[in-house]
């Protein structure tokens, strides 16, 4: 029978012996990591789809609407959907540019406009985007086109529509339709252009109402000079903050506003606090099984050496030491772990990715699509974390029990 050597403790090698009496005991250590490596695995592989998710969410809103940084005039957001052409900037946009100081790869004008859209005898009412085709190239990443083509190779005269709005319309690529609009004056305009394409964005909602033309096409009908909005598309999404900082320091708070994309995409933000609290949700539940078990576990591992543990006292070990002991099991476990399954999960994760994972149309959205697992590096620290705390709060009362054992009582239990 394998005997803890009092002098090797005192030595203070606490954490060679803990090795040992893990390997020692290599069943149970087996099945304790095998517990913990599948609570790692699979919260790191939910994270990470849910991290895909998220990113894949941000960037399609980012790239096909609303771009990392909005410039509009000061209370655009708050009054201009009622009066949108009293707050319209000039044509110009090099002043963002000479005020950015940082990689800017797109500054987009737009102008909002909204009507009816009439074919033969059927009208229907639309929101609208005037664009410049050219500058929007950059911002249509998630813009898919259906039918036809886009903006760009349609003409001056085309318009391109939603796929809910052309269907709804009963109209196809090369059809002639009539956009009529209100004028600021109290007009009314019209102009028929000719239908390019279809397109699909990831707002089901967005393609049932909205289409885009040339920005120049939407001037004319609404007989306005100018933009609505900026839309300032940069070389990363984490540059966005100091975007931001470096616009509001530069541009004049009186005459322009500049609004990050996330103050705009309200429901990506309660998408991500839902998904918040899924995976707080997933990570206690995890916390508890392997806290469980790995107690139940341990537990039986000190029931099973009271002999091994009086017979350490009586060679002169303290009870300190005992407890150290057992702490450096329970620390090494978690070690072990932790590291064996984050390399687990992120094997798996570029396995999954590299397949992919068909997922069925969320709401509001008429298609599905083919997800990945994206396991971030502070994700993956959290799952290293999780096993190795978890582990260290399942052992301290069997490391506490183990070190309150009575020496008699422990040496009698060998008969």
């Given at each position: 029978m394998h005997m803890w050597q009092a002098?090797?403790?005192?030595?203070?090698?606490?954490?060679?012996?803990?090795?040992?009496?893990?390997?020692?005991?290599?069943?149970?250590?087996?099945?304790?990591?095998?517990i913990i490596c599948g609570g790692v695995v699979s919260y790191l592989l939910a994270g990470g789809f849910?991290?895909?998710?998220?990113?894949?969410?941000?960037?399609?809103?980012?790239?096909?609407?609303?771009g990392h940084v909005q410039i509009t005039r000061p209370g655009y957001f708050r009054e201009g959907v009622s009066d949108p052409y009293s707050f319209l900037l000039d044509r110009d946009t090099s002043v963002v540019a000479s005020a950015a100081g940082f990689e800017v790869r797109t500054i987009a004008p737009r102008l909002a406009f909204t009507g009816l859209l009439s074919k033969d005898e059927t009208t229907i009412s639309f929101i609208g985007e005037g664009v410049d085709p050219e500058a929007e190239a950059p911002l249509s990443w998630a813009i898919t086109v259906m039918e036809g083509t886009d903006l760009r190779a349609g003409g001056p005269d085309s318009v391109v529509l939603g796929e809910g709005l052309a269907a709804?319309?009963?109209?196809?690529?090369?059809?002639?339709?009539?956009?009529?609009g209100n004028t600021p004056a109290g007009g009314v305009n019209a102009v028929e252009l000719t239908v390019a394409g279809t397109f699909q964005t990831t707002s089901k909602a967005y393609d049932d109402t909205a289409l885009r033309a040339p920005i120049e096409v939407a001037r004319r009908l609404m007989r306005v000079d100018g933009a609505t909005s900026w839309v300032v598309l940069l070389g990363e999404t984490g540059q966005t903050d100091a975007a931001v900082h470096a616009l509001r320091g530069r541009l004049p708070a009186d005459r322009f506003e500049v609004t990050p994309w996330i103050e705009l995409a309200d429901f990506y933000t309660k998408t991500v606090e839902l998904f918040d609290t899924q995976v707080n949700v997933v990570r206690i539940m995890i916390a508890l099984i392997v806290v469980?078990?790995?107690?139940?576990t341990l537990s039986m591992a000190v029931i099973e050496r009271t002999t091994e543990i009086g017979t350490s006292m009586a060679l002169g070990v303290?009870?300190?030491?005992?407890?150290?002991l057992f702490i450096w099991e329970g620390a090494l476990l978690g070690l072990a772990a932790g590291v064996l399954g984050v390399a687990l999960a992120l094997a798996l994760g570029q396995l999954i990715s590299a397949i992919g994972i068909p997922m069925p149309p969320p709401p509001g959205m008429s298609r599905g699509y083919v997800a990945e697992i994206a396991i971030s590096p502070a994700l993956a620290v959290d799952g290293f974390l999780l096993a190795f705390i978890t582990t260290q709060l399942a052992g301290l009362p069997s490391a506490w029990r183990a070190s309150r054992m009575n020496i008699v009582d422990a040496l009698r239990h060998q008969a």
């Amino acid at each position: 029978m394998h005997m803890w050597q009092a002098s090797t403790a005192r030595a203070g090698q606490p954490a060679r012996i803990a090795a040992r009496n893990l390997l020692r005991h290599h069943r149970r250590t087996l099945l304790a990591l095998a517990i913990i490596c599948g609570g790692v695995v699979s919260y790191l592989l939910a994270g990470g789809f849910i991290n895909w998710v998220l990113w894949a969410m941000r960037e399609a809103a980012i790239q096909s609407q609303l771009g990392h940084v909005q410039i509009t005039r000061p209370g655009y957001f708050r009054e201009g959907v009622s009066d949108p052409y009293s707050f319209l900037l000039d044509r110009d946009t090099s002043v963002v540019a000479s005020a950015a100081g940082f990689e800017v790869r797109t500054i987009a004008p737009r102008l909002a406009f909204t009507g009816l859209l009439s074919k033969d005898e059927t009208t229907i009412s639309f929101i609208g985007e005037g664009v410049d085709p050219e500058a929007e190239a950059p911002l249509s990443w998630a813009i898919t086109v259906m039918e036809g083509t886009d903006l760009r190779a349609g003409g001056p005269d085309s318009v391109v529509l939603g796929e809910g709005l052309a269907a709804n319309l009963g109209v196809h690529p090369g059809d002639l339709v009539v956009l009529l609009g209100n004028t600021p004056a109290g007009g009314v305009n019209a102009v028929e252009l000719t239908v390019a394409g279809t397109f699909q964005t990831t707002s089901k909602a967005y393609d049932d109402t909205a289409l885009r033309a040339p920005i120049e096409v939407a001037r004319r009908l609404m007989r306005v000079d100018g933009a609505t909005s900026w839309v300032v598309l940069l070389g990363e999404t984490g540059q966005t903050d100091a975007a931001v900082h470096a616009l509001r320091g530069r541009l004049p708070a009186d005459r322009f506003e500049v609004t990050p994309w996330i103050e705009l995409a309200d429901f990506y933000t309660k998408t991500v606090e839902l998904f918040d609290t899924q995976v707080n949700v997933v990570r206690i539940m995890i916390a508890l099984i392997v806290v469980l078990s790995i107690s139940n576990t341990l537990s039986m591992a000190v029931i099973e050496r009271t002999t091994e543990i009086g017979t350490s006292m009586a060679l002169g070990v303290r009870r300190r030491g005992i407890l150290a002991l057992f702490i450096w099991e329970g620390a090494l476990l978690g070690l072990a772990a932790g590291v064996l399954g984050v390399a687990l999960a992120l094997a798996l994760g570029q396995l999954i990715s590299a397949i992919g994972i068909p997922m069925p149309p969320p709401p509001g959205m008429s298609r599905g699509y083919v997800a990945e697992i994206a396991i971030s590096p502070a994700l993956a620290v959290d799952g290293f974390l999780l096993a190795f705390i978890t582990t260290q709060l399942a052992g301290l009362p069997s490391a506490w029990r183990a070190s309150r054992m009575n020496i008699v009582d422990a040496l009698r239990h060998q008969a």
